[in-house]
């Protein structure tokens, strides 16, 4: 069995994330390898009722307002998820955690290349919207895309 020194989870609050968490933890305490638990949001985060009016019929300035209002919303329910995985690990296991804009696949992916990841950690299913009726379509590209190894939870 190969030894991992760092092993990134990504979470975004669902149970196939808290799987793979779980997981993590596991292979994080038997290899003594350190955790990083990564939530990575989308660039572009849109009020829930974006597609409702036609874009001629409302005010510019409080179209920003409500898209900046989501995001800060997006923010902290990131921040949630990730004290909630946090609270979860032993506090034995050296753990930091990373809040990140972009695209989620990619943003998992570059995070791990740049910080030296031995080893990604990601639950098959998570939010996704009307992708949730896809097998994992995030998990999917992390394996299609991650040079490191990934370990997909069920």
Do not use: W
Not at 23 to 32: L, V
Not at 47 to 61: E, F, K, L, Q, R
């Amino acid at each position: 069995m190969m030894l991992y020194k760092k092993i990134l989870v990504a979470v975004d609050g669902s149970e196939g994330s808290f799987d793979a968490l779980r997981n993590g933890i596991e292979i994080a305490r038997n290899s003594g390898a350190e955790l990083t638990l990564l939530y990575a949001m989308n660039k572009s985060v849109q009020p829930a009722y974006s597609s409702v009016y036609p874009v001629g019929m409302t005010d510019p300035a409080s179209v920003r307002e409500e898209v900046k209002e989501a995001q800060v919303s997006e923010e902290r329910f990131g921040e949630e998820i990730l004290n909630k995985a946090q609270n979860r690990v032993d506090p034995d296991i050296k753990t930091t955690t990373a809040l990140l804009h972009g695209n989620p696949p990619a943003t998992i992916c570059a995070y791990a290349e740049k910080n030296n990841i031995d080893l990604i950690v990601i639950g098959n299913r998570g939010h996704s919207g009307l992708k949730k009726l896809f097998l994992g379509s995030v998990s999917q590209k992390v394996v299609s895309d991650a040079l490191q190894p990934v370990l997909v939870a069920k």
